[in-house]
Protein backbone atom coordinates (compact mmCIF):
# COMPACT_ATOMS: atom_id res chain seq x y z
CA UNK A 1 0.00 0.00 0.00
CA UNK A 2 1.76 3.69 -1.05
CA UNK A 3 2.66 5.96 1.84
CA UNK A 4 0.24 8.77 0.51
CA UNK A 5 -3.24 7.80 1.44
CA UNK A 6 -6.51 9.95 1.18
CA UNK A 7 -9.21 8.77 3.40
CA UNK A 8 -13.01 9.26 2.89
CA UNK A 9 -13.34 12.86 3.64
CA UNK A 10 -16.75 12.96 4.09
CA UNK A 11 -18.93 10.01 4.78
CA UNK A 12 -22.67 10.88 4.04
CA UNK A 13 -25.55 8.50 3.05
CA UNK A 14 -26.38 9.69 -1.12
CA UNK A 15 -27.60 6.91 -2.71
CA UNK A 16 -30.91 9.35 -3.70
CA UNK A 17 -30.50 12.63 -4.41
CA UNK A 18 -33.70 14.69 -5.46
CA UNK A 19 -33.32 17.15 -7.78
CA UNK A 20 -35.90 20.46 -6.92
CA UNK A 21 -36.34 23.34 -8.77
CA UNK A 22 -35.82 26.29 -6.17
CA UNK A 23 -38.83 28.34 -7.93
CA UNK A 24 -41.26 25.46 -6.87
CA UNK A 25 -42.30 25.82 -3.23
CA UNK A 26 -44.83 23.43 -3.47
CA UNK A 27 -42.29 20.74 -4.68
CA UNK A 28 -39.70 21.35 -2.09
CA UNK A 29 -42.57 21.02 0.81
CA UNK A 30 -42.65 17.56 -0.72
CA UNK A 31 -39.38 16.81 -0.74
CA UNK A 32 -39.11 17.00 2.95
CA UNK A 33 -41.71 14.44 3.00
CA UNK A 34 -39.72 12.11 0.59
CA UNK A 35 -37.74 9.17 1.29
CA UNK A 36 -34.55 10.76 -0.78
CA UNK A 37 -31.54 10.60 1.40
CA UNK A 38 -29.95 14.15 -0.27
CA UNK A 39 -32.02 16.84 -1.64
CA UNK A 40 -30.71 19.79 -3.74
CA UNK A 41 -32.53 22.34 -3.94
CA UNK A 42 -31.78 24.00 -7.65
CA UNK A 43 -30.90 27.36 -8.90
CA UNK A 44 -29.33 26.56 -12.00
CA UNK A 45 -30.19 24.85 -14.59
CA UNK A 46 -33.52 24.50 -13.41
CA UNK A 47 -35.36 27.73 -13.16
CA UNK A 48 -35.46 30.17 -16.17
CA UNK A 49 -33.81 33.57 -15.91
CA UNK A 50 -36.43 35.85 -14.72
CA UNK A 51 -37.24 33.74 -11.75
CA UNK A 52 -33.55 32.97 -10.24
CA UNK A 53 -33.94 35.96 -7.77
CA UNK A 54 -37.14 34.57 -6.56
CA UNK A 55 -36.10 30.90 -6.47
CA UNK A 56 -33.21 31.87 -3.94
CA UNK A 57 -35.10 33.89 -2.23
CA UNK A 58 -37.60 30.42 -1.94
CA UNK A 59 -34.62 28.10 -1.00
CA UNK A 60 -33.73 30.39 1.55
CA UNK A 61 -37.22 30.31 3.42
CA UNK A 62 -37.43 26.92 2.69
CA UNK A 63 -34.12 26.08 4.62
CA UNK A 64 -35.04 28.19 8.06
CA UNK A 65 -38.71 27.21 7.85
CA UNK A 66 -38.54 23.42 7.52
CA UNK A 67 -36.37 21.21 9.98
CA UNK A 68 -34.57 18.78 7.12
CA UNK A 69 -32.23 17.47 9.16
CA UNK A 70 -34.92 16.06 11.67
CA UNK A 71 -36.51 15.07 8.69
CA UNK A 72 -33.37 12.90 7.99
CA UNK A 73 -32.38 14.73 4.68
CA UNK A 74 -28.75 16.67 4.09
CA UNK A 75 -28.85 18.99 2.26
CA UNK A 76 -27.60 21.26 -0.90
CA UNK A 77 -27.80 24.08 -2.91
CA UNK A 78 -26.84 24.02 -6.36
CA UNK A 79 -25.97 27.43 -7.46
CA UNK A 80 -25.79 28.77 -10.74
CA UNK A 81 -22.31 28.72 -12.66
CA UNK A 82 -19.20 31.00 -12.45
CA UNK A 83 -20.03 32.12 -15.48
CA UNK A 84 -23.11 34.04 -14.82
CA UNK A 85 -23.82 37.02 -12.72
CA UNK A 86 -25.89 35.03 -10.82
CA UNK A 87 -23.51 32.77 -9.09
CA UNK A 88 -21.80 35.41 -6.46
CA UNK A 89 -25.21 36.23 -5.15
CA UNK A 90 -26.40 32.72 -5.02
CA UNK A 91 -23.41 32.03 -2.42
CA UNK A 92 -23.90 35.21 -0.51
CA UNK A 93 -27.39 35.59 0.29
CA UNK A 94 -27.60 31.68 0.57
CA UNK A 95 -24.88 31.49 2.96
CA UNK A 96 -25.31 34.74 5.29
CA UNK A 97 -28.95 33.96 4.91
CA UNK A 98 -29.20 30.13 5.97
CA UNK A 99 -25.39 29.16 5.89
CA UNK A 100 -26.13 27.41 9.20
CA UNK A 101 -28.66 25.01 7.93
CA UNK A 102 -26.74 23.94 4.90
CA UNK A 103 -24.55 20.92 4.40
CA UNK A 104 -23.18 21.34 1.25
CA UNK A 105 -23.06 23.96 -2.44
CA UNK A 106 -23.59 22.12 -5.41
CA UNK A 107 -20.89 24.01 -7.71
CA UNK A 108 -22.30 23.56 -11.62
CA UNK A 109 -19.90 22.83 -14.56
CA UNK A 110 -16.25 23.03 -13.01
CA UNK A 111 -13.53 23.19 -15.15
CA UNK A 112 -10.52 23.78 -13.47
CA UNK A 113 -9.60 23.42 -9.65
CA UNK A 114 -9.60 27.20 -9.30
CA UNK A 115 -13.49 26.88 -9.92
CA UNK A 116 -14.06 25.77 -6.48
CA UNK A 117 -11.36 27.57 -4.95
CA UNK A 118 -13.32 31.06 -5.74
CA UNK A 119 -16.33 29.43 -4.06
CA UNK A 120 -14.41 27.87 -0.95
CA UNK A 121 -13.34 31.58 -0.77
CA UNK A 122 -16.43 33.32 -0.13
CA UNK A 123 -18.27 30.51 2.09
CA UNK A 124 -15.18 30.44 3.96
CA UNK A 125 -15.29 34.07 4.34
CA UNK A 126 -18.84 34.23 5.52
CA UNK A 127 -18.76 31.30 8.04
CA UNK A 128 -16.02 33.59 9.83
CA UNK A 129 -18.11 36.77 9.71
CA UNK A 130 -21.19 34.79 10.66
CA UNK A 131 -19.71 32.75 13.10
CA UNK A 132 -21.26 29.22 11.84
CA UNK A 133 -20.26 26.40 13.32
CA UNK A 134 -21.20 23.92 10.95
CA UNK A 135 -18.57 23.58 7.75
CA UNK A 136 -20.67 23.59 4.38
CA UNK A 137 -19.11 21.14 1.93
CA UNK A 138 -18.96 21.40 -2.08
CA UNK A 139 -19.70 18.98 -4.17
CA UNK A 140 -17.91 19.66 -7.83
CA UNK A 141 -20.49 18.63 -11.03
CA UNK A 142 -18.33 17.07 -13.61
CA UNK A 143 -20.55 18.13 -16.78
CA UNK A 144 -17.99 19.34 -19.40
CA UNK A 145 -15.66 17.92 -21.54
CA UNK A 146 -12.72 20.68 -19.70
CA UNK A 147 -13.99 19.48 -16.64
CA UNK A 148 -13.66 15.61 -17.57
CA UNK A 149 -10.21 16.24 -18.56
CA UNK A 150 -8.99 17.94 -15.46
CA UNK A 151 -11.19 15.65 -13.13
CA UNK A 152 -7.96 14.15 -11.29
CA UNK A 153 -6.45 17.60 -10.69
CA UNK A 154 -9.99 18.88 -9.15
CA UNK A 155 -10.37 15.84 -7.07
CA UNK A 156 -7.14 16.48 -5.27
CA UNK A 157 -8.19 20.32 -4.60
CA UNK A 158 -9.06 19.24 -0.75
CA UNK A 159 -10.31 21.95 1.22
CA UNK A 160 -14.66 21.52 1.21
CA UNK A 161 -14.43 18.99 -1.31
CA UNK A 162 -16.11 16.01 -0.24
CA UNK A 163 -17.99 14.74 -3.87
CA UNK A 164 -17.84 14.38 -7.16
CA UNK A 165 -21.26 14.15 -9.36
CA UNK A 166 -21.10 12.86 -13.62
CA UNK A 167 -23.37 15.56 -15.22
CA UNK A 168 -24.69 13.26 -18.34
CA UNK A 169 -26.33 16.09 -19.80
CA UNK A 170 -24.16 19.01 -20.56
CA UNK A 171 -21.59 16.60 -20.65
CA UNK A 172 -23.21 15.33 -23.81
CA UNK A 173 -24.02 18.94 -25.50
CA UNK A 174 -20.20 19.74 -24.44
CA UNK A 175 -18.66 16.72 -26.13
CA UNK A 176 -21.51 17.07 -29.32
CA UNK A 177 -22.41 13.38 -28.32
CA UNK A 178 -25.88 11.98 -29.98
CA UNK A 179 -28.17 10.77 -27.13
CA UNK A 180 -31.64 9.51 -27.21
CA UNK A 181 -32.03 11.35 -23.86
CA UNK A 182 -30.81 12.38 -20.81
CA UNK A 183 -28.51 9.68 -19.61
CA UNK A 184 -30.12 7.22 -21.99
CA UNK A 185 -28.14 4.76 -24.28
CA UNK A 186 -27.45 5.56 -27.68
CA UNK A 187 -28.01 1.69 -29.62
CA UNK A 188 -25.25 3.26 -32.32
CA UNK A 189 -22.99 2.47 -29.50
CA UNK A 190 -21.41 -0.75 -28.63
CA UNK A 191 -22.32 -0.59 -25.00
CA UNK A 192 -22.69 2.01 -22.51
CA UNK A 193 -21.35 5.57 -23.94
CA UNK A 194 -20.87 6.81 -20.42
CA UNK A 195 -19.36 4.37 -19.26
CA UNK A 196 -15.70 6.31 -19.24
CA UNK A 197 -16.71 9.38 -17.98
CA UNK A 198 -18.22 7.51 -15.03
CA UNK A 199 -15.35 5.18 -14.40
CA UNK A 200 -12.59 8.29 -14.70
CA UNK A 201 -14.49 10.28 -12.15
CA UNK A 202 -15.22 7.56 -9.98
CA UNK A 203 -11.68 6.79 -9.70
CA UNK A 204 -10.51 10.31 -9.18
CA UNK A 205 -13.13 9.79 -6.73
CA UNK A 206 -11.50 7.11 -4.83
CA UNK A 207 -7.72 8.36 -4.94
CA UNK A 208 -8.92 11.45 -3.13
CA UNK A 209 -11.40 10.61 -0.70
CA UNK A 210 -14.28 11.47 -2.44
CA UNK A 211 -17.91 10.36 -3.21
CA UNK A 212 -18.70 9.88 -6.52
CA UNK A 213 -22.64 10.62 -7.41
CA UNK A 214 -24.46 9.63 -10.76
CA UNK A 215 -26.54 12.37 -12.28
CA UNK A 216 -29.96 12.54 -14.09
CA UNK A 217 -32.03 9.77 -15.90
CA UNK A 218 -34.18 11.69 -17.99
CA UNK A 219 -37.15 9.36 -18.69
CA UNK A 220 -38.43 9.12 -15.48
CA UNK A 221 -41.43 6.93 -17.32
CA UNK A 222 -38.79 4.31 -18.28
CA UNK A 223 -37.83 3.23 -14.63
CA UNK A 224 -36.22 0.01 -16.19
CA UNK A 225 -33.36 1.89 -17.58
CA UNK A 226 -33.10 3.83 -14.61
CA UNK A 227 -32.84 0.86 -12.38
CA UNK A 228 -30.22 -0.90 -14.97
CA UNK A 229 -27.93 2.79 -15.19
CA UNK A 230 -27.97 2.72 -11.53
CA UNK A 231 -27.00 -1.12 -11.08
CA UNK A 232 -24.09 0.11 -13.88
CA UNK A 233 -23.04 3.00 -11.41
CA UNK A 234 -23.52 0.84 -8.28
CA UNK A 235 -21.03 -1.83 -9.60
CA UNK A 236 -18.35 0.69 -10.78
CA UNK A 237 -18.43 1.92 -6.96
CA UNK A 238 -20.41 4.88 -7.46
CA UNK A 239 -22.43 5.90 -4.08
CA UNK A 240 -25.94 7.39 -5.29
CA UNK A 241 -28.00 9.00 -8.09
CA UNK A 242 -30.07 11.74 -8.57
CA UNK A 243 -33.97 11.64 -8.67
CA UNK A 244 -35.37 14.22 -11.20
CA UNK A 245 -38.90 12.62 -9.98
CA UNK A 246 -39.93 10.97 -6.69
CA UNK A 247 -40.90 8.30 -8.35
CA UNK A 248 -36.86 7.33 -9.18
CA UNK A 249 -35.94 7.73 -5.67
CA UNK A 250 -37.05 4.19 -4.28
CA UNK A 251 -35.30 2.91 -7.41
CA UNK A 252 -32.27 4.70 -6.29
CA UNK A 253 -32.12 3.50 -3.04
CA UNK A 254 -32.66 0.03 -4.07
CA UNK A 255 -29.73 -0.27 -6.30
CA UNK A 256 -27.29 1.25 -3.58
CA UNK A 257 -28.19 -0.51 -0.92
CA UNK A 258 -26.73 -3.84 -0.11
CA UNK A 259 -29.06 -6.81 -0.57
CA UNK A 260 -30.04 -8.68 2.89
CA UNK A 261 -27.96 -11.74 0.93
CA UNK A 262 -24.77 -9.07 0.15
CA UNK A 263 -24.69 -7.88 3.88
CA UNK A 264 -24.41 -11.77 5.54
CA UNK A 265 -22.03 -12.73 3.20
CA UNK A 266 -20.07 -9.63 4.24
CA UNK A 267 -20.02 -10.69 7.55
CA UNK A 268 -19.41 -14.19 7.34
CA UNK A 269 -16.19 -13.66 5.37
CA UNK A 270 -14.60 -11.30 8.26
CA UNK A 271 -15.92 -14.37 10.52
CA UNK A 272 -14.06 -16.68 8.14
CA UNK A 273 -11.16 -14.88 7.78
CA UNK A 274 -10.55 -14.16 11.46
CA UNK A 275 -10.97 -18.10 12.44
CA UNK A 276 -7.99 -18.54 9.67
CA UNK A 277 -6.26 -15.66 11.15
CA UNK A 278 -6.23 -16.97 14.51
CA UNK A 279 -4.78 -20.68 12.61
CA UNK A 280 -2.33 -19.04 11.46
CA UNK A 281 -4.18 -18.81 7.97
CA UNK A 282 -3.88 -15.73 5.82
CA UNK A 283 -6.75 -17.15 3.47
CA UNK A 284 -9.53 -19.06 3.44
CA UNK A 285 -11.98 -20.64 1.70
CA UNK A 286 -16.10 -19.91 2.14
CA UNK A 287 -18.62 -21.10 -0.57
CA UNK A 288 -15.92 -22.93 -3.33
CA UNK A 289 -14.31 -19.84 -3.08
CA UNK A 290 -11.13 -18.30 -2.11
CA UNK A 291 -11.12 -15.22 0.22
CA UNK A 292 -8.03 -12.94 1.37
CA UNK A 293 -7.80 -9.49 2.65
CA UNK A 294 -8.93 -8.00 -0.12
CA UNK A 295 -11.63 -9.79 0.26
CA UNK A 296 -11.98 -8.08 4.15
CA UNK A 297 -11.70 -4.73 2.49
CA UNK A 298 -14.25 -5.00 -0.27
CA UNK A 299 -16.96 -6.95 3.09
CA UNK A 300 -16.34 -4.23 4.88
CA UNK A 301 -17.22 -1.75 2.25
CA UNK A 302 -20.33 -3.62 2.36
CA UNK A 303 -21.30 -3.11 5.89
CA UNK A 304 -20.35 0.09 6.34
CA UNK A 305 -22.84 1.04 3.75
CA UNK A 306 -25.03 -1.41 5.66
CA UNK A 307 -24.48 0.18 8.70
CA UNK A 308 -25.36 3.86 7.52
CA UNK A 309 -28.53 2.80 5.89
CA UNK A 310 -29.67 1.61 9.15
CA UNK A 311 -28.44 4.63 11.18
CA UNK A 312 -30.39 6.63 8.80
CA UNK A 313 -34.40 7.19 9.57
CA UNK A 314 -36.68 4.85 9.62
CA UNK A 315 -38.25 6.06 5.94
CA UNK A 316 -34.78 4.72 4.41
CA UNK A 317 -35.23 1.33 6.27
CA UNK A 318 -37.51 -0.08 4.05
CA UNK A 319 -36.13 -1.32 1.04
CA UNK A 320 -36.23 -4.39 -1.09
CA UNK A 321 -33.58 -6.95 -0.29
Avoid at 92 to 114: H, N, Y
Avoid at 191 to 201: E, I, S
Avoid at 218 to 237: I, N, Q, V
Wanted: hydrophobic share 45%; charged share 25%.
Amino acid sequence: MSHTLHPLRKPRLQRSELAVPGSNPTMIDKAAASAADFIFLDIEDAVAPPDKDKARNNIIQALNDIDWRAKGKTMSVRINGLDTHYMYRDVVDVMEQAGDRLDTILVPKVGVPADLYMVEALVSQIEAAKGFLNRVGLEALIETALGMANVEAIAAFGGRLEAMHFGVADYAASLRARTVNIGGLNPDYPGDQWHFGLARMTVACRAYGLRPIDGPFGDFSDPEGYRLAARRGAALGIEGKWAIHPSQIDLANEAFSPPDKEVDRARRIIAALKEAEEQGKGAAALDGKMIDAASERMARNVLIMHDAIMASTPSHNAVPA
